[in-house]
């Protein structure tokens, strides 16, 4: 059904058990111009995932069947696909959870549908801004337009998001960013005061492109301010 | 202590058996040398006056019974021979002067006295000496006689005794140790046992009791004291299971709740975006259904936000901030809100305010102050000022609207309480604003203070502590405002923020 749709501006795949919610956000969506596909199981979700191909996945979190944070480890174990949660609760520990199991941004319920909107252009926007073809940073090559990252000729798989962060981090070495910097022009939001967001994906980001974790030497804290890219 | 009975015991024992043994020996000795002083005054009285020198030498000799006593003659100034005569060895120095003097001063009577009896061949043995005086009629010549009973075997009985004496307190003293360290072994030791144990219950060892031996108090004591623990155990069981029901509760009815809601809430942004096409009444009942739902689900999340503290679920997320940061990212928010009050904003933020915070909840505290403050303006500046010390840090939010009388400065933070209630419900928001606000200063071990005086407006105080480890005992910002009028007792100001004891969990709101 999605072939003859060209004019679509994304697919995304909704995983969601409440079917008048998923019935709700596709007409928002298909309103926005997205097509849509609704699954209302966990353990359907990574099938549906494969054979629809989606630009962009919403996730609820609590799920019948598989958990919700169990599929969003499956998908991003075959994929970098941008996954947006929705869940009910906003404590810490779920939002990490989520966060820590692959989601790229969470919108906790009930949301607003151009809140929701927001965050789903901010996910499917690349960063179209124009920069250098190649950057680096200690001993990694990064290509920017061919979006993939190099240590010594082995590539490291990022998610776009992690590779975005990193970019944004290389583009400027030695400019300490902050928290909210990083959301507005990684994430693409302002006022958006959860920082969480923005320690999850660098501790992900670093778990990948570190030679010890414990001791990152190319994204460093700065302690109170933020963080920056560096290499000593 | 024993020890002390013991040794008085002991030594008045000693004085009787010695005065029991001494007196009849006495008595013996008193009727054997009266006796044999009246042969002696018989005899001496009857013999020939020329030889009487020699005749008492030897009655002396006779009158000695070896090993019994000893005699010993001495005679007196006037006597014609001045020869001292003695058996069986004695010194005359062991005579005691008193004594002597006593014999010389009465003729009749015999005396006696305890003392050391000296031999020229031997060592000094105790003994008791009677002396009386000797009168020969014939010449008249006077002569003390005196008798040294040596008190040898006396001696030697006391000494068994005392010996026997010595050994049975011995004895009495190790057994009374020993009847003490068990007396203290069958008591104290359950006794320390139950101090420990019940100190392991107090830091939450709900698990542990003591062991139950015999049937008597102690063991008593025991049970009971096992028995208030269970009661204890499962009371704290039950109020766990209760609290993680509730927290459960919580969470169950925030996603059960939360999903339809947000089905209805994009349903009617939907209707709400389209409401142009509708006619005037589906119109009005659209602008309504939003407007409504807005506050609905405003309430909602304070609702959740509230028993969530309730249920002590509340947990810290804490990050190194600056204050200002936080306050000028809440006046951003809160920019169309100013301008439609006109209300002009006076900041007093001169330098870096950093404390280690949840900037989630403190940008809660702040949206709610700050726009409490807005919504009361009445057109009037608002003051917002920071400041910090080196433990604590502080933010003064001060509006000069209606502001509230002094007794009502402990409400504001009740849940619900709205300072009047015929205009509370055009001026929105939940009436839990403030309760949180105050749980989220709590749960930092900070306070939130507020003072409030009719027409003159309102000023709440948040103070933080600048470190999770710091208690707080000030704050670097005055406890009312500046501009207050004098006239105000400070009844106006209410304490209703006394910090948290950190992590002791919920028990102690």
């Known amino acids: 059904m999605a072939e003859g749709n060209r004019t679509m501006r994304g697919r995304i795949l909704i995983v969601d058990d409440d079917t008048a919610l998923s019935e709700m956000l596709s007409i928002v969506l298909r309103n926005e111009g997205y097509d849509t596909y609704l699954c209302a199981t966990g353990d359907k979700a990574v099938p549906a995932f494969r054979e629809f191909k989606p630009d962009l996945v919403l996730l609820d979190l609590m799920l019948p069947g598989m958990d919700g944070i169990d599929v969003c480890r499956a998908i991003r174990a075959e994929s970098g696909v941008p996954i947006v949660m929705l869940t009910a609760k906003s404590d810490t520990v779920d939002v990490v959870l989520g966060l820590e199991s692959g989601a790229d941004d969470y919108v906790v319920k009930p949301f607003k549908p151009k809140e929701l909107v927001a965050r789903i252009r901010a996910r499917l926007r690349r960063m179209d801004e124009p920069g250098p073809e190649s950057l680096t940073i200690g001993d990694l090559t990064i290509d920017v337009a061919g979006h993939s990252v190099k240590r010594a000729g082995e590539t490291i798989q990022l998610t776009p998001l992690e590779f975005d962060l990193l970019v944004c981090l290389a583009s400027k070495p030695w400019q300490v960013f902050t928290r909210e910097v990083l959301l507005e022009q990684v994430w693409g939001y302002r006022h958006a005061a959860d920082t969480r967001l923005v320690n999850v994906h660098v501790q992900r980001l670093r778990s990948k492109i570190e030679k010890d974790p414990e001791h990152p030497e190319i994204v460093v804290t700065v302690r109170g301010v933020g963080y920056k890219a560096g290499a000593d | ?10 030594w008045v024992m000693m004085s009787q058996v010695t005065d029991g043994v001494l007196e009849s020996r006495r008595g013996s000795a008193q009727a054997e040398a009266r006796a044999q002083l009246t042969s002696l005054s018989n005899t001496i009285n009857a013999a020939d006056p020329t030889t009487i020198n020699q005749q008492l030498s030897e009655l002396v000799l006779g009158t000695n019974r070896p090993g019994l006593y000893d005699v010993l003659l001495v005679p007196t100034d006037t006597a014609t021979s001045n020869a001292i005569r003695y058996t069986g060895l004695v010194d005359s120095d062991s005579i005691p002067q008193a004594l002597a003097s006593s014999v010389m001063s009465d003729d009749s009577k015999l005396w006696d006295t305890y003392t050391l009896i000296n031999y020229r061949d031997g060592p000094s043995v105790p003994g008791l000496v009677m002396g009386s005086q000797l009168r020969v009629n014939s010449t008249g010549d006077r002569y003390a006689v005196y008798f040294l009973f040596p008190l040898t075997a006396q001696q030697e009985t006391l000494d068994v005794v005392q010996r026997a004496l010595v050994t049975a307190g011995l004895l009495l003293v190790v057994l009374l140790g020993a009847v003490a360290w068990l007396v203290t072994r069958q008591v104290v030791t359950p006794v320390r046992m139950a101090r420990r144990i019940a100190e392991r219950l107090a830091a939450g060892k709900l698990e542990e009791r003591m062991q139950v031996r015999g049937t008597d108090d102690l063991a008593r004591l025991a049970v009971s004291f096992n028995k208030m623990a269970s009661n204890l155990q499962r009371q704290i069981r039950r109020l766990e299971e209760l609290s993680r029901l509730q927290r459960r509760f919580v969470s169950d009815v925030s996603h059960e709740l939360r999903t339809p809601l947000t089905t209805v809430r994009m349903a009617a942004d939907l209707l709400h975006e389209s409401r142009d096409q509708f006619d005037p009444i589906s119109r009005r009942s659209v602008e309504l259904l939003q407007n409504e739902l807005n506050r609905f689900e405003e309430l909602l999340a304070d609702l959740l936000e509230i028993s969530r503290f309730d249920a002590g679920a509340a947990a810290l997320d804490l990050e190194d901030v600056d204050l200002r940061d936080i306050v000028n990212r809440v006046l951003e928010n809160h920019e169309s809100l100013l301008r439609r009050k006109g209300c002009e904003v006076q900041l007093d933020i001169p330098e870096p305010c950093r404390a280690q915070v949840d900037a989630r909840r403190i940008e809660r505290i702040l949206r709610n102050l700050i726009g409490n403050a807005i919504e009361h303006s009445e057109g009037l500046p608002i003051r917002i000022s920071t400041a910090y010390d080196e433990d604590s840090a502080a933010v003064a939010v001060r509006d000069h609207g209606v502001g509230f ?50 027409g003159e407006g309102a000023y709440f105080r948040l103070t933080l502590p600048r470190r999770p480890d710091v208690t707080l005992s000030g704050s670097p910002l005055p406890a009312r405002p500046a501009d207050a009028s004098r006239v105000v007792s400070d009844k106006s100001l209410v304490d209703v923020g006394a910090p948290y004891q950190k992590l002791t969990g919920g028990e102690q709101r």
Do not use: K, N
């Open chain 2, 405 to 454: 009388r002094a007794e009502e400065a402990e409400m504001v933070f009740s849940r619900f309480w709205r300072a009047d209630p015929a205009r509370a419900r055009t001026t929105g928001g939940t009436g839990l604003g403030l309760s949180i606000a105050l749980e989220d200063a709590r749960l930092h071990g900070g306070r939130l203070d507020a003072w409030g005086s009719p």
């Open chain 2, 1 to 10: 202590m024993s020890t002390v009975v013991l040794l008085l015991v002991g």
